[in-house]
């Protein structure tokens, strides 16, 4: 049974006084079964955010359609809980008031905070119910919106870069902690991300997007037992894989962006997005 179906989706988005319609893409569909762990990636611009808030029903397709089970989505709702790049705690909030907030407005007062104290435990946060944003590291902040959208109990958890501001020692910390989440509530999950190594680690399904014109190029299934070992042979032929459509759309992303400059920045650009192919590209 699909779950999320992207049908046929476009996103223009109108032009300014000076500025043309943008179609940032076109044509997208896909469907996610439930319980899948589908990441998207894609160079910046392509639209991976535009495409997640349409899904979270934040913003509008301007062609084609999203249901979640059979529903079309026409707003936010309960089904789907959303975690960004930044946490966006309340400052004035300590962690366990912070995830209780949304909670209370749909269960009872002692339900609501036993609710709390149940996600924030699945994080690992449960030393930290009356600490303040102010007290918690980036990491601990985003453990803490991941309990908050969490204890909704949505039907879809859908991500966006919600490590990219992270150090690589807490970004490797979240990512078992994510597995481990993805493991016992068997959610469905649309995550989305720049980091190809990332992805390949996290995901069921590998949907990779292209620019101008915007749009899905490939998807790769990522048949690898887990927890995923980034040095095996197949982890890495498939980070070549991917690499080597990307480099090519992140050429054209920066030949439009760079203009004349680009012929002679060119190699040294490559080469760095090549030489780390586990950070941001
Ligand atoms: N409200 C808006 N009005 C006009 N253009 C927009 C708007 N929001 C996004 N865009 C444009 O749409 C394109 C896609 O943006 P989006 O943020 O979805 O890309 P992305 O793939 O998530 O990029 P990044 O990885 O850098 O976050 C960009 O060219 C962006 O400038």
Not at 221 to 233: F, I, K, Q
Not at 242 to 249: N, Q, R, T, V
Not at 263 to 278: H, Q
Request: charged residues 25%; proline residues 4%.
């Amino acid at each position: 049974m699909s779950h999320v179906i992207i049908d046929h989706v476009e996103k223009t988005f109108p032009g300014g006084k000076n500025a043309q319609p943008f179609t940032v893409f076109e044509d997208i569909s896909l469907s996610v079964d439930a319980g899948e762990f589908v990441s998207l990636l894609g160079p910046s611009g392509c639209g991976k955010s535009t495409l997640l808030n349409i899904v979270a029903g934040l913003d509008t397709a301007s062609e084609g359609s999203v249901s979640i089970n059979n529903t079309q989505v026409t707003g936010p709702g309960a089904d789907r809980g959303v975690v960004f790049q930044e946490a966006a705690l309340m400052p004035w909030m300590n962690v366990k008031q912070n995830v209780e907030f949304a909670l209370k407005k749909q269960h009872s007062k002692k339900e609501a905070s036993a609710r709390a104290e149940e996600y924030l435990k699945l994080v690992h946060l449960s030393r930290f119910l009356d600490s303040y944003p102010h007290e918690l590291s980036g990491g601990m902040k985003q453990r803490v919106s991941i309990a908050r959208a969490l204890s909704m109990d949505p039907e879809v958890l859908l991500m966006d870069e919600p490590f990219g501001a992270l150090d690589e020692q807490t970004r490797m910390m979240l990512h078992k902690e994510v597995q481990y989440i993805w493991e016992k509530t068997n959610k469905t999950i649309l995550f989305v991300t720049h980091n190809i190594r990332e992805s390949i680690l996290l995901s069921d399904r590998i949907v990779l997007m292209g620019t101008r014109p915007g749009g899905i190029r490939k998807i790769f299934d990522v048949p690898l037992a887990r927890p995923r070992d980034p040095s095996s042979e197949e982890f890495t032929a498939l980070e070549h894989e991917i690499m080597s459509i990307l480099e090519k759309e992140i050429e054209k992303v920066m030949r439009e962006e760079m203009g004349d400059d680009f012929r002679s920045k060119k190699a040294g650009l490559l080469y760095n997005s090549n030489s780390n192919m586990g950070d941001h590209i």
